[in-house]
């Protein structure tokens, strides 16, 4: 039997309750916004002068937030005047939690992060998904899922489970359309998940795995901004994903499906991409297209040779950071952004990519002279989607809190 509790949002009431409820609602999500995003411990008393709301209103809602297990009180602190030492307020470790998943073409994994960004337990497996089916995929990344939650977690709330895949995700219907390095179509996983996981399918999300890893670089832990505000994430494996962050969001687009720099054209005329078309991104600087390129096995391999002065290998990776540059020239054009983050392979490679993609930018990019452009990258960035993942199953619970306090 589980030791945790699995948390639920209330339902919604009736229109005149909610009207009423609206302004507490809003209230609630301010002042935890405030003590989760702070970079100092705040008190009441701050939060207070910060927001405009009233003492005693800030120190109510505090108290429900609590005893709700999502906000702590830490040690109080006497700031040198006089009256009762203030009483700092903190995300709560150790009560609320949520479980992150992540199928990727190379990698299966599982996490469980709590509110403070403390990660509880983690599975990882490395293996090569390319046209793999589609049920026993699945079963294994729920199964690696519940076997982290058999571990202590006694008195803590699972707040949800998110599952990151690549490919073009219905977030709204829950459902994969398409992802073609797996050579999968119309996967809907939260069923098999929350049956072998062991909760209710409501509880079950789904994202695209280059939107959940830049959620993960946003935020430096649940709902606590990093200090990159803007930046257009790229991310490097067999495929090749991207998203682009404002505020704190992976901007998804209509449908969700925004970020397939991948599937951009570099040659009409060019090779054969695992989405059918011909010439796209992915099929010159994806991950095997550029081993292949540079006649290595793999990126290990391509590092070492580069390191050695391989003149195929220099050649390959030279004429990768080119067309990579120009797509991405494109992008900053189209999307007014001035800075790029590489990850997973792209990132290991990123001492010898960037100033070829540097130079393309500068030719480029119209807004060159009146801006500065950043490349630059996330040298290790395996783990981020199913983090980030988490996250976003946690900001559920954090963006409003009203509806999970009141169950």
Known sequence: MASYRVGHPAPEDSADAVRQSSLRSLNLATVIQRVFGATQMLSRADIAADTGLTRSTVSRLADDLIAGGLIAESEP??????????????????????????????????????????????????????????????????????????????????????????????????????????????????????????????????????????????????????????????????????????????????HGWAGEIGHVCVDSAGPVCACGATGCLEAYVGQAALSAAAGTRDTDELIARLHEGDPRALAAVEAAATTLGVVLAGALNLLDVSQVILGGHLGRLAPHLIPGIDAELRRRVVAAPFETLAVTSLPDDRGMACVGAAYLALHRVLNDPAPWLAS
């Not at 209710?200 to 935020?219: H, K, P, Q, Y």
């Not at 901004?225 to 962050?245: H, K, R, T």
């Open 77 to 254: 602190h006497n700031d040198g005047h006089r009256g009762r030492p203030a009483v700092p307020l903190t995300p709560a470790p150790g009560t609320w939690f949520a479980l992150g998943l992540e199928i990727n073409v190379g990698r299966l994994s599982a996490c469980l992060i709590d509110l403070t960004g403390h990660v509880i337990a983690e599975e990882v497996r490395v293996c090569d998904l390319r046209d793999s089916d589609v049920e026993p995929v699945i079963a294994e990344v729920a199964e690696m899922g519940r076997r982290l939650l058999a571990k202590p977690c006694a008195g803590m709330t699972l707040a949800g489970v998110q599952v990151a895949l690549p490919g073009l995700v219905d977030v709204d219907e829950r459902v994969l359309l398409r992802a073609p390095n797996l050579g999968w179509w119309n996967v809907r996983p939260s069923e098999t998940v929350a049956q072998i996981v062991g909760v209710d399918v409501s509880l079950i999300g789904v994202g695209n795995e280059a939107d959940c890893a830049a959620e993960a670089i946003a935020w430096d832990a649940p709902a606590r901004p990093s200090d990159l505000g803007e930046f257009l994430y790229v991310s490097g494996e067999v495929g090749i994903g991207s998203a682009l962050v404002t505020a704190g969001r992976a901007m998804t687009g209509r």
